[in-house]
């Protein structure tokens, strides 16, 4: 089986910063993206930022400038530095990565880890 664990969030005040971390763990052949989504009460998720294995990157136009992803392949891990964090960043962050798992198909499948809230406020 395959699990995604986020950690990281907390409580920060405007202009904070705060790392998320996100582990991918269990029989993983190979990761092909991996991505950090939000969702705040009474809004659909978004993408915040995602990031290719071979290096591509994409933020919301709304973090652009502030957050940083990164990944580790040899940890299966992915980062989300979060910089200059604003009230309207809260929310419930989540973990997204498509894989392809040992010993199965060769198809990409989707997991999502629990989440981590994040919440910016004086």
């Known amino acids: 089986q395959v699990q995604l664990v986020e950690s990281g969030g907390g409580l920060v005040q405007p202009g904070g910063s705060l790392r998320l971390s996100c582990v991918a763990s269990g029989s993983i052949f190979s990761i092909h993206a991996m991505n950090w989504y939000r969702q705040a009460p009474g809004k659909q998720h978004e993408l915040v930022a995602g990031?290719?294995?071979?290096?591509?990157?994409n933020y919301a136009d709304s973090v652009k400038g502030r957050f940083t992803i990164s990944l580790d392949m040899t940890k299966n891990t992915t980062y989300l530095q979060m910089n200059s964090l604003k009230p309207e960043d809260t929310a419930v962050y989540y973990c997204?990565?498509?894989?392809?798992?040992?010993?199965?198909?060769?198809?990409?499948?989707?997991?999502w880890g629990q989440g981590t809230q994040v919440t910016v406020s004086s």
């Open positions: 990031i290719t294995s071979g290096g591509s990157t």
């Open positions: 997204n990565a498509g894989l392809v798992r040992d010993g199965g198909s060769r198809y990409v499948n989707e997991y």
